[in-house]
């Protein structure tokens, strides 16, 4: 099999890379060729697999038609300009988001004009595309409708690959992450990175800015569990959707201050004394219009799973990322 990883030098991209060079399977098919592909040249994983690398702009003319030319069996579109960094620079966001996604998915359709090629795709979207009034809980059948430029990208995304897969150039499912907690590196400029600065930082031993009240209320998810989320979406059976084609992911829904109590109850109250309370208009602008809590029924039903505790999701912080050691 042959596997495409655009946006592999990310971190969900690295670590969906590291699972399958791990696994050497994507279900029962053996991994015998990885394309890896971002903006910066993605690192070469130690394997017998066979690995190819590029630094390429998805968005550039020619490009796509060239990653598809080879047929990848899987192709996971993982590239996106993040949340902040999509409101504040319009035309980029447009171009990666929007232009980079059509542009993907034509060039399968016209691979496939040349001879029969419908690879499995794989895209992330994310629960930006849903905006305020929110109900208690959003489910399965709640409007999309975006209030930010990244959430409008994503749900054109979503429309685009629903209809290539219905007229079977594709066959696509879309997978909306939550946000994906605790993320380890360096910060990024999502809007959503203080969800994670606030825990990794202190559990680093560093100090942490946080930009938002304490009652402020989001859904996550782990990023071993959106691993898991890609590697169910790339290998089950897609029957079940029918011409629905994007699923909200399973996560727990938590305040900041809940995020900040289980961090105490994991690692102490030295480490909650390093967060600083330093409130951003900017940053509040944006969340205040994001979705609080979920309650999907099909992802669950269909074998998606998530964390159910946010202590959960910082004890797989530290192992994952620390080696299980705090500090």
């Given at each position: ?98 232009d980079g996604t059509r542009g993907l998915f034509e060039a399968i359709r016209q691979e ?35 209030l930010t430029s990244y959430g409008t990208q994503k749900a054109i995304g979503e429309l ?168």
């Amino acid at each position: 099999m042959h596997i495409l990883i655009i946006g592999a030098a990310g971190m969900i991209g690295a670590k969906l890379t590291q699972r399958l060079v791990a696994d050497g399977r994507l279900g029962e098919a053996t991994v015998d060729r990885l394309s890896l592909v971002d903006v910066v040249e993605p690192r070469v994983p130690a394997t017998p697999i066979a690995v190819t690398v590029e630094g390429a702009d998805l968005s550039a003319p020619g490009v796509p038609a060239r990653l598809v030319a080879s047929r990848p069996d899987v192709i996971f579109h993982l590239a996106a300009i993040v949340s902040g960094e999509a409101e504040a620079d319009f035309d980029k966001g447009y171009r990666i988001n929007l232009d980079g996604t059509r542009g993907l998915f034509e060039a399968i359709r016209q691979e496939g004009l040349k001879a029969p090629y419908r690879p499995r795709v794989v895209f992330t979207s994310s629960i930006a595309v849903f905006g305020a009034p929110f109900p208690e809980a959003i489910d399965d059948d709640f409007l999309s409708t975006p209030l930010t430029s990244y959430g409008t990208q994503k749900a054109i995304g979503e429309l685009l690959l629903s209809d290539y897969s219905r007229r079977g150039f594709l066959d696509g499912i879309g997978i909306r992450l939550p946000t994906i907690c605790i993320r380890p590196g360096a910060p990024n400029k999502a809007a959503s990175g203080f969800f994670s600065n606030i825990l990794r930082e202190p559990l680093a031993g560093k100090e942490a800015v946080l930009p938002v009240a304490e009652d402020v209320q989001h859904w996550h998810a782990s990023p071993r569990a959106a691993i898991g989320f890609l590697v169910h979406a790339a290998t089950m059976d897609l029957a079940p959707l029918g011409g629905r084609r994007i699923l909200s992911m399973p996560g727990l829904t938590a305040t900041v201050g809940e995020q900040i109590a289980a961090l105490r109850r994991v690692a102490g109250d030295k480490a909650v004394a390093l967060i600083r309370r330093e409130p951003d208009p900017v940053i509040e602008r944006i969340v205040a219009g994001w979705p609080r809590n979920f309650a999907p029924t099909r992802a669950p039903a269909l074998g998606f799973r998530a964390e159910t505790s946010f202590d959960e999701i910082i004890r797989i912080h530290i192992e994952d990322e620390l080696g299980g050691r705090i500090g």
